[in-house]
């Protein structure tokens, strides 16, 4: 029901609806109609009182509700939009403060372990949480990927490029199919290395950080320690210039 996703409960929905079907009613009527507990009633057209969308009037000393106007949902709709962007901004100013805090008190090696897509979903994510616009960063051994995971990385070197952060990658010639689907890709360098130099193991490496991917077991573990991102920066350097077009 459309007025549960407003946050609704169902005796509210109930008791709002048999106000527009009934028109001008006393107690008795809305909770024939509605279906509800008599004790409840009071109570939630009090709450609907407050959202705008119930009245009353007396007549002899007897209280009769009536629904507001159907309309007055768009208003009641318009005003929750403008909590929720007036909360979403003040979110975005907190958090870039949460998030030096967070950096400041980890510690300087941490070693994390994601499973599945969706443990490559959050941990690529990192490398675009971390990078910004005109970084480049280096991708070192892929060789072969599950059909599923393949078509994750392209996607997400898709989404990559469109952030504008370069890359590297140096591909296996055993995956030049995937390679020069990711050759295809802006922003992005592809080298090849021999077939018999071969690893299940691809490390990419940018920041501080290196994600070691097992892409034909879907497991992720991301390193973040600037000793190791140092040595597997300068090691994927050298791996570059012996690496062919």
Excluded at 85 to 110: C, F, G, H, N, Y
């Amino acid at each position: 029901m459309l007025l549960k996703d407003l946050e609704f409960t169902d005796s509210e929905a109930k008791v709002y609806l048999a106000l527009v079907e009934l028109g001008r009613a006393s107690k008795g009527r809305i909770v024939e109609s509605a279906g509800i507990a008599s004790s409840k009633v009071y109570e939630l057209l009090d709450k609907l009182t407050q959202k705008g969308l119930a009245g009353y009037v007396i007549k002899s000393g007897v209280k009769f509700f009536h629904a507001a106007p159907p309309e007055r949902l768009l208003d009641y709709l318009r005003a929750k939009e403008e909590k929720l962007a007036a909360q979403r901004a003040k979110l975005e100013e907190i958090i870039p403060v949460l998030d030096r805090k967070l950096k400041a008190a980890a510690p300087e090696t941490t070693v994390e372990l994601f499973e599945g897509l969706a443990g490559a979903a959050t941990s690529f994510g990192d490398i675009l949480r971390e990078l910004s616009r005109g970084d480049e960063y280096y991708v070192l051994g892929i060789s072969k990927f599950t059909p599923e995971f393949e078509r994750f990385v392209v996607r997400f070197h898709r989404r990559r490029a469109k952030a504008g952060i370069r890359c590297r990658i140096i591909v296996n010639e055993l995956a030049r199919s995937t390679g020069e689907q990711l050759a295809a890709v802006p922003l992005t360098q592809v080298r090849y290395v021999d077939k018999e130099i071969f690893t299940p193991v691809v490390f990419i490496v940018y920041r501080h950080k290196t994600l070691i991917s097992l892409g034909l077991d879907e497991v992720f573990i991301q390193v973040s320690s600037k000793n190791l991102a140092d040595g597997m920066r300068a090691y994927a350097q050298y791996m570059w210039k012996a690496a062919r077009p």
